[in-house]
């Protein structure tokens, strides 16, 4: 494995390294046929390392060649409400903002396709998706998109675009730098503009970390994210917090004139110092946080309730392997029938439909994103479920 020490995103400071997590489930998007093979998923480490000068946040013992990305891995959020809702925002943000209508949107990690379908059919555009873990109709699409099942090819085969987005995947790449170059160069001299959006490590640090994962190589605050996308050579529009904090975008562009975007000043060495008061407490905080809910869950039982966990997402992977790696929760749901009778990794919970709930006897549900309270609270009355709903 090549160790990674100096910083991808400002590339002047060597890591320093803060938090030692142990071992954590490589594929959180994995859900298993059997518990035996959830079980036999395998463990990676997380040594994270933070930049001095830009706060940029890397696991420095991540080994790529042991994730391999394909159509088996559900991580779509698009089953929520409120995703949804936050997802058709941003493509009327999108449309507002850039000239999208006739344009070329090339999206990078498309996942099943939904974003780019709405962006195409909103703003009358064309798009072209790619993604390892896109499992449906191969080609052209009736919204205007057309999608490839596998990794963008960035090279001299990438058609030309106008528009280019990446939700959530730009912090899987193990040299985010070098994505960002090479995009650079295929804009060549035309006029391109774009979307990343990350977890936002501004919340990641500084809460326990569910979202701190195998999978993500990178994690970006305000001004890191800047940092790596100015030094690949673009221009930054705009950027700035979303879904209650939890993801960061930034928007960019190459060749074209006129202000930016946004009139809003751009995160400097404020929000350095922000991110590294977080970094600096974020190692006891994840380790009292896992305490405090193996206490609780444990509690709980003890007086003859039911506790259950509400989301079998990534964050929900990470929390039940930090939390209840013993599998003491009555049950695991979610509301993607894609993953109900099937096994997560490492601890090997099942997950069931929400409404395998309603005989349960629960009087505690857990959940790992505050984003999703709301729904969630709403299903649980639907289904007459009288628990409590805790935030983990």
Not at 23 to 41: K, M, N, Q
Not at 195 to 200: A, K, N, T
Not at 260 to 276: F, H, K, W, Y
Request: proline share 7%.
């Amino acid at each position: 494995m090549d160790l990674v020490t100096r910083c991808s995103a400002c590339g002047e400071g060597e890591l320093v390294p803060f938090a030692d997590l142990g071992t954590i489930p490589v594929f959180c998007g994995v859900h298993w046929a059997s518990r035996d093979e959830a079980l036999a998923s395998p463990l990676g480490r997380m040594e994270l390392s933070y930049c001095p000068s830009c706060a940029y946040v890397r696991n420095v013992a991540f080994e790529p060649e042991l994730l391999h990305y394909d159509t088996t891995m559900d991580t779509n959020l698009h089953h929520s409400p409120a995703f949804q809702s936050f997802s058709a925002e941003l493509v009327k943000h999108l449309t507002e903002r850039y000239p999208l209508r006739g344009a070329t949107v090339l999206d990078i990690g498309c996942g099943q396709g939904e974003f780019l379908r709405e962006l195409c059919h909103v703003a009358g555009a064309r798009g072209i998706g790619y993604d390892a873990m896109y499992a449906g109709p191969v080609g052209p699409d009736p919204s205007g998109a057309e999608f490839h099942s596998g990794h963008a090819p960035l090279d001299g085969t990438t058609p030309p675009f106008d528009f280019v987005t990446s939700r959530h995947w730009f912090e899987h790449i193990d040299d985010p730098y070098d994505f960002l170059v090479t995009l650079r160069t295929l804009a060549g001299d035309r006029p391109v503009r774009g979307y990343l959006e990350v977890p936002d490590a501004c919340y990641d640090m500084a809460t326990a970390g569910w979202e701190v994962i195998y999978p993500h190589v990178s994690y970006f605050d305000a001004y890191s994210l800047r940092r790596i996308v100015e030094r690949a050579g673009w221009r930054v529009e705009d950027t700035g917090p979303l879904f209650q904090g939890m993801f960061r975008f930034v928007e960019f562009s190459a060749n074209v004139s006129g202000p930016p975007a946004s009139t809003a000043p751009l995160p400097g060495a404020d929000a350095v110092s922000r991110q590294l008061e977080a970094i600096r407490g974020f190692g006891a905080r994840h380790f009292a946080e896992r305490d405090k809910w193996r206490t609780l869950i444990a509690d709980r039982i003890a007086d003859g309730d039911h506790p259950v966990l509400w989301g079998a997402g990534s964050r929900g992977v990470q929390f039940l392997h930090l939390a209840d790696p013993d599998g003491k929760l009555a049950a695991v749901v979610d509301v993607n029938s894609r993953k109900w009778g099937r096994f997560l990794p490492v601890t090997g919970h099942e997950v069931t439909a929400p409404s395998t709930l309603a005989g349960l006897g629960t009087r505690t549900v857990i959940i790992t994103n505050p984003a999703y309270r709301d729904e969630i609270g709403a299903t649980l009355r639907d289904l007459g479920v009288d628990a409590e709903l805790l935030v983990a």
